[in-house]
C-alpha cells in the first residue's frame, strides 16, 4: 500500500522534542524525506533525525535559529539542494512562558526582552520561513505550509501578553501567506494546540504552577490533555490531498478548550 507523501520532502522547525519531533517522524512514516531542525537543543534535533533513520526512513538535522534570516535562507537552500524540492513546512518553532525558560509576566512587568524574544521567534520565525519556504514552493509549482499557533490566539490567559500577541499575529500572517500563495498553488494553514502533553512547555508550566494540570483539565470539554500525536496527525491531514481546498485557516486542536 503506498504511503501518502512517497517521495515528497518535509521540512520540520522546531523538531527536537514534543510536538515537532512526532510530527516530523509521522511525514517520514508517511514516506516523505524529512529536514528537522532547531536552535538550541542540537542533540534532540540529532535524536529525532536518528529516531526516524533507525525506523527506515531519511532524515536530516540541519541547525537553524529561525530569528536569522540568513540562517533561515540556509535552511531551505539546503534542503532544496539535497532532496531537489520542497513539498510541506511545519513551522512550529516557538517559545512560550513556562515559568523557567520565560517567566510569566503581567503587562506593567513585563520585560522588553522577553517580549521581543518571544514576538522574535513566535511571528518574525514565521515570516523568514514563510519567505523562504514560499519562494522554493512558488519555483515547483505548489506545496502545503502549517504554522504552529495555539488556543492562546483566541482564549488569553492573563501574564501571557507576548505569547497571546505573538500568536493572535501568527493569525492574521497565515491568511496573509494563504492569499499570496494560493495562485501558487501553495496553501497555508495554522493549527491552534490547546494543553499538549510531552511538551517542554507542559512540563515546565506543571513543574512550576501547583494546581494547573488539574484546572487545565477541568476547563476541557474533552477532559483530557492533548498528546503531540494528536496536533501531528491535524497537521499532515492539512498538508495532504485530502485537505486540497483548505486554505488560510486556523484549525483548533484543543479538547474544545476554545468553544467556551
Not at 531519511?58 to 541547525?63: G, I, L, M, S, T
Not at 490566539?153 to 501574564?159: G, H, L, T
Request: net charge negative; glycine share 10%.
Amino acid at each position: 500500500m503506498a504511503r501518502l507523501f512517497e517521495g515528497k520532502v518535509a521540512l520540520v522547525t522546531g523538531g527536537a522534542s514534543g510536538i515537532g519531533r512526532v510530527t516530523a517522524q509521522c511525514f517520514a512514516r508517511e514516506g516523505a524525506k524529512v529536514v528537522v531542525s532547531t536552535a538550541r537543543n542540537l542533540a534532540g534535533g540529532q535524536e529525532t533525525a536518528r529516531l526516524i533513520q533507525e525506523a527506515g526512513g531519511e532524515a536530516r538535522f540541519v541547525r537553524c535559529d529561525v530569528t536569522r534570516e540568513v540562517e533561515v535562507r540556509r535552511l531551505v537552500e539546503e534542503c532544496t539542494e539535497r532532496y531537489g524540492r520542497l513539498d510541506f513546512a511545519f513551522n512550529n518553532a516557538g517559545v512560550g512562558p513556562d515559568g523557567v525558560r520565560i517567566p510569566l509576566y503581567s503587562i506593567v512587568d513585563c520585560p522588553e526582552e522577553i517580549w521581543d524574544v518571544t514576538l522574535d521567534t513566535n511571528l518574525k520565525g514565521v515570516f523568514l520561513c514563510l519567505k523562504y519556504e514560499m519562494r522554493a514552493m512558488m519555483q515547483q509549482g505548489g506545496g502545503a505550509i502549517v504554522n504552529t499557533s495555539s488556543a492562546a490566539a483566541i482564549r488569553v490567559d492573563p501574564n501571557f501578553c507576548a505569547y497571546n500577541s505573538s500568536k493572535a499575529g501568527l493569525t492574521g500572517l497565515t491568511r496573509t501567506a494563504a492569499l499570496e500563495g494560493a495562485p501558487y498553488g501553495i496553501r497555508v494553514n495554522a493549527v491552534l494546540p490547546g494543553p499538549i502533553q510531552n511538551t517542554l512547555l507542559w512540563q515546565y508550566l506543571t513543574s512550576t504552577t501547583p494546581g494547573v494540570s488539574d484546572k487545565l483539565v477541568a476547563d476541557l470539554p474533552l477532559h483530557r490533555v492533548g498528546t503531540p500525536e494528536d496536533v501531528a496527525e491535524a497537521v499532515l491531514w492539512l498538508c495532504s490531498e485530502k485537505a486540497s481546498f483548505i486554505t488560510g485557516q486556523s484549525l483548533c486542536v484543543d479538547g474544545g478548550l476554545t468553544v467556551h
